[in-house]
Structures are given as structure tokens and as C-alpha cells.
């Protein structure tokens, strides 16, 4: 009887988490009765949501969480107490994030009652060109994920000090004096992030001849192996790191004693990164683009070079169909929701690029019309085996850390940041404390392609924060990280909460798909070689009787019970009328929502 239930509960409500993920029957894996507790409220798969009246912090780590907390209650801004979550992230959870990488952020403010959004992403070495970076390859076809050739100027720090120089209260020191706390004195490794540097180690161990120099990361995260649960981990180079650009400012990273550091590291491995590309470094405060969904819901993403519009597309593309006809964990809702995505990212790969090199046609591609035209390519009995790109009437294309804070003052941050690949290129600068990105993996080498590899340019970026509307009003802040999975978790959270009522914490829980494939920004034009139809990923919380639909519907199927590949929430949205807060996160990381 209770097996019947669960199979119910997945086939209605596509629901099933991943902690239920044992007691789902599929054909290969019969169902397992192992037990479990009743809720009185809501359904049995999830948790309550957190409910708090003056400030809010959802974060991939309880103590990261405690700290956003605790610069609330000391008078700092929900931009303040976002800057100090980073930065313990940025130790707590080196698998995911830290100073070495990029940062996007999308902020409400209440006083201006208007969204800003926040580019914090870094540049190509201006000192190399496209044709010494190609011999740099050694006739490679593609750039090597370590070592230095992907590195690119890390913008993180440099976001916190715009972040905090437009709506900052508290000082910088105060604000990271936690974390350089915990880097000196310690912190117990949590579970997920202790599972993740160990499948990170095995990672970089397999590939230390592309790295080159390994002996300062294993110093500074491998001393004795990969940290486990529980274990007590110290950073105090990071902590001496993080001093210094408490005390000297963002100048401290990109133009003292911290860029010399780097400078003289890339000269003596062989990189090319240089001082003068840390010092030419800028954020950009960008426009936030959004769209109509249906009820008075508006999603807003970030533009190109982040890969937010794709979000924004498939939201325009699915809008066109009343998804509320079928059960939410139907085969047509799925094939829905995987074709939009696919045809969304037809256009990322071929048009999504730094727009300061390749501007992208933003408007006709969230436009209305262009959303009913790709709609009208799905096929509702099957899948297409390929799409392309759009084209457009002009004249003349993880692992990531993403929280959300609120304050008091309705003030709303949504901010998300990445090493990429999870702890990135496996470099570490002598003595700094911090691991450096590998975004410049997703440039193109093909020479016309808009994202193709060139001196001092952006890459293409997978990190993107979210924010949602309601009746025109600020409603949710929240994202969900994990390279391509991105915006279509970022969908199916919302189709969650508005075409099929689940709550904050349900919307979150509930099983999601992440289809992958297709053509890449990191193609050539053509997209030679590109899986057109890719693989449709599940959780097992999808029903076995959908599971078959799906493929007698052409998709290629792989049910997968491990939650690293569909991301981790998080999200607080904010009652209009009574200004209460509700937040939630999800048990695929080691998170924690918390008020007061």
C-alpha cells in the first residue's frame, strides 16, 4: 500500500526527492519499504519552509546562514550579510565557490523600488592573443578544464566592494571578520561539501600532468587527504588573505601585494595572467531582464554573458501551453519542459557572449512573437531529434555556491558564485589561501564564433541568479546551482509554485529533470559533433510509467539517484502585505534557511 502511494505522489506531483529516491520502483530497482515519518502538515517528501518577520538567510551551509544572520542583527543590509555568507562559503565550501572565481547578483531595493543586477565577471589575459593562445593548445581541439590555460581574472572580490559601496552599512572588516575567524581557528567539514573534496582530490589526482603545479592546493585542502565530515578544517592563508583586503580595500586583490603574489606565481608556472589584468579590472552593473510568465508572475534573470536569458526564453516558449492539464509529473509536462529548454539553448550556444565583444539581439530574443514561433516547433507527440538556432531580423552560448539573503527593509539579494568544474583549476597562488576558476574552459575556438577566445573578454558564463515578480511587486529571490542545470531548475521551480501550488520548501524538494546536450557556446558555428538530442536526466522520484512514455516519445532516458547532477536551492520570498519572509533549502546540499 504504501509503495502505491509513493508511485501516486511521483506520477501526480513529480515530487519524489531525492531522499525518497530508495523507495521509488523503477524496472531495474524494485521498491523498498524502509520506513519513515508523517507530517501533519504538507506533504510527506518535504519539510516546512522557514518563516522569520525581520531578516532572512538561506544558504548551502548552516554556519554560513548563522553569519548572514548575525550581520542582520548587528545593523548590516541584506547586501552586507550576503558579502559575509560568501566569504565563508568561500572557506566552508571551497567545492563550490570562492575569491579565485566570478560572482552575479541580483538585488531588490526598496528605497529606489527597482532591481539592479551585478556582472562581477573577469577577463581573458589581455596579453595573449587568439592565435598564441591556439599554439598554446598543442593542436588540442578544446581548452584543458586545469592548469592555467583556462584561468581568467577572478571578479569576485571586486563585486563585493560595488555590492557593498551602493548598499553597504557595516565595514568590510566587520563583515568578513567571521570568516577569517573560522580560517584561522577552524570549522567542522559538512557532509555534502566533505563528499565533494573527495571526488574533487580523485579529480585533480587523475590529472596532474595538465595541472602542473598541485603542491600548494594539496597543501592548503589535502594536507592529510580530503577533509571528511566532521573534521575540524583550517584556511589561515585564506584568513591572512581575507585580512588584507579587509584592511587595504579591493585595491589589496587587484592592485597590492595580493595581485604582485599572482603575478609572480603565473610568471614562474608558465600562465598569462599578468598584474596588469588584475589591475584592469571592472565590475558592470547590468540590466536584469524579465518576462511575463502567466498569474502576475514575471521571472528575471541576468543578460549575456551569463546564460539567465535562457531561463527567460524557455518561461516565453512554455507560457504558450496550459501545463496545469496534465499531472506534474506527466510524460507531456516533461517533453514540455525539456523541448523549451532545448530550443533555449539552441540560441545560447549560438548567441550568448560577453556583449561588450558580441552583442547579442536580446530583445527579439525575449520577445513574445519569437516565444510562439519556437513553441510552434514542438512536436507534442514526440521528440524533435534536432533543433537549431533562430534567426534573427537584424540590420546590418558547475559547480557553484548560491544563497539568498532579506532584510528588514524588504532589501532582497539573489547571488550566486563559482569556481566552475567544481573546486576549479587546481592552482593555488603561494600562500593566498584560495583556489583560482576555470571559466576560460568555455570559450569557443572557433575564431568567428561570438564567443570565441580573445584578449581581454569575458567568457561565456553558466552562473545566474533568479528573482521573480508578483503583480509587479518584488515576490522571490532564489536560485539553484549546477553549470546547464541552471535554468532549468530555475523553470521548473517556478512552474512548481505557479501552475501547480506547491509551497517554497516543496517547490524545491520536488524531483526535477536536467536534459543535457545539444550544441554548446564552446561549439564551433556549426556545432560539429553536437549530441542534438542529448539525454534527458531524471531523479527517481519520476515514475517508471512516465519514465517509458518519455522514450516510446523519442527521448533518451537515464534515471540518476544521485543529486549532484540537479543542483542545490535555495529561496525566500516575501509576503507584499504583511512583509514576512519565508525561506527555504533543500537536502541536495548541507544548507540551512534561517530568520529572526
Known sequence: MRNLLLSTIALAAFTISPAAAQETATPEKPALDIGGGGRPVGEAWSRSPVHAQHGIAATAHPLASQIAIDILKQGGTAV??????????????????????????????????RLYGLNGSGKSPMGTSYRQFIRQLNGSKTIPPFGPMPIT??????????????????????????????????????????????????????????????????????????????????????????????????DAFYKGDIARTIDSYFKRIGGNLRYEDFA????????????????????????????????LQMA????????????????????????????????????????????APLEWLLSDDYGKQR???????????????????????????????????????????????GMG????????????????????????????????????????PAFMKKDGKPYMSFGLMGGGMQPQGHVQVMINMVDYGMNLQEAGDAARLNHDGGRQPTDDLAGTGADLLGILHVEPGISAETIERLKAMG????????????????????DAETGVYTGATEMRKDGQAIGY
Open 80 to 113: 552586507d550579510a550576503a558579502i559575509a555568507a560568501n566569504a565563508a562559503l568561500g572557506l566552508m565550501e571551497p567545492t563550490g565557490n570562492g575569491i579565485g572565481g566570478d560572482l552575479f547578483a541580483i538585488i531588490w531595493d526598496p528605497k529606489t523600488q
Open 280 to 311: 584592469a579590472h571592472s565590475s558592470l552593473w547590468v540590466e536584469p531582464g524579465c518576462v511575463d510568465y502567466r498569474k502576475g508572475y514575471e521571472l528575471c534573470e541576468l543578460p549575456p554573458n551569463s546564460q539567465g536569458f535562457a531561463a
Open 555 to 574: 527521448h533518451v532516458v537515464e534515471v540518476v539517484d544521485n543529486g549532484a547532477m540537479f543542483g542545490g536551492y535555495q529561496a525566500i520570498t516575501r
Open 425 to 464: 583549476s587546481g592552482l593555488v597562488a603561494d600562500g593566498l589561501g584560495f583556489m583560482f576558476q576555470d571559466r576560460g574552459e568555455l570559450y569557443s575556438l572557433d575564431a568567428g564564433h561570438p564567443n570565441a577566445y580573445a584578449p581581454g573578454k569575458r567568457p561565456f558564463q553558466t552562473i545566474i
Open 153 to 250: 581574472v577572478p571578479g569576485t572580490v571586486d563585486a563585493w566592494f560595488e555590492m557593498h559601496g551602493k548598499f553597504g552599512k557595516l565595514s568590510m572588516a566587520d563583515i568578513l571578520a567571521p570568516t577569517i575567524a573560522y580560517a584561522r581557528e577552524g570549522h567542522p567539514v559538512a557532509p555534502v561539501i566533505g563528499y565533494y573534496l573527495d571526488s574533487n582530490l580523485k579529480r585533480f589526482e587523475q590529472s596532474l600532468d595538465m595541472i602542473g603545479d598541485f603542491e600548494n592546493a594539496r597543501e592548503t585542502y589535502f594536507k592529510n587527504g580530503a577533509p571528511k565530515a566532521g573534521e575540524i578544517f583550517k584556511n589561515p592563508d585564506l584568513g591572512d588573505t581575507l585580512g588584507k583586503i579587509a584592511a587595504g580595500g579591493r
Open 375 to 421: 513553441f510552434a516547433l514542438i512536436d507534442p507527440a514526440k521528440a524533435t531529434p534536432g533543433f537549431g538556432p533562430g534567426e534573427p531580423k537584424l540590420e546590418g552560448e558547475g559547480d557553484t555556491t548560491y544563497l539568498t539573503v532579506a532584510d528588514k527593509d524588504g532589501m532582497m539579494v539573489s547571488l550566486i558564485q563559482s569556481n566552475y568544474r
Open 316 to 359: 516565453n516558449i512554455l507560457k504558450n501551453v496550459d501545463l496545469a492539464q496534465w499531472p506534474r509529473g506527466s510524460a507531456e509536462v516533461l517533453h514540455y519542459i525539456t523541448e523549451a529548454k532545448r530550443l533555449a539553448f539552441e540560441d545560447v550556444a549560438r548567441f550568448y557572449a560577453d556583449p561588450e565583444a558580441s552583442p
